[in-house]
């Protein structure tokens, strides 16, 4: 049997890769395709600039659990994929249900688009990162 752990630098390229896809999609999704949408779903709740500290520590963050938690132990680009959005759907699932629960103003319509793109958008990271890295890596 194959060790299914990643050596540093592997980890790290994985991470490099997970990243980069993942930021790029969001950075798209947020900025130029659905700007409007969050801008009308979430109206008073959102700040007139984007608080760099929090969206950092989500950005830098997130794809480092995505690695971690979907990618290490994945045999398969597709077990990689599934692992990954079930960790996607999971983490935006508290983000939109607690928001849904807690939050005058937070549609239903919100909560749904919002935890299909974050299933969505982690699959594309985790699978970038297992095809370009893990796959690509001999294991003994």
Same mark, same amino acid.
């Given at each position: ?8 630098f592997?980890?790290?390229a994985?991470y490099?890769?997970?990243f980069v ?9 947020l ?9 009308e779903q ?8 984007v ?5 950092a520590?989500?950005?830098?963050g ?5 690695? *971690?938690l979907?990618l290490?132990p ?9 692992? &990954? @959005? /079930?960790?996607g759907? #999971?983490a935006f699932g508290?983000?939109d ?8 103003? *937070?549609t239903v319509?919100m909560?749904v688009v ?7 958008a &982690? @699959? /594309?990271?985790?699978? #970038? ?6 796959a ?5």
């Amino acid at each position: 049997m194959s060790d299914p752990r990643l050596t540093l630098f592997q980890f790290l390229a994985a991470y490099a890769v997970a990243f980069v896809v993942m930021g790029a999609l969001d950075g798209v999704w947020l900025g130029w395709l659905m700007k409007s949408f969050y801008q009308e779903q979430l109206g008073a709740l959102m700040t007139d600039s984007v608080r760099v500290v929090p969206a950092a520590l989500y950005y830098f963050g997130f794809p480092l659990a995505v690695v *971690y938690l979907a990618l290490t132990p994945s045999a398969s680009l597709g077990e990689a994929v599934l692992r &990954s @959005a /079930v960790l996607g759907l #999971a983490a935006f699932g508290v983000y939109d249900l607690t928001n849904l629960a807690t939050l005058r103003g *937070y549609t239903v319509m919100m909560t749904v688009v919002d935890m299909a793109w974050g299933t969505f958008a &982690s @699959a /594309v990271g985790g699978g #970038a990162a297992y095809h370009f890295v893990v796959a690509r890596t001999p294991h003994a």
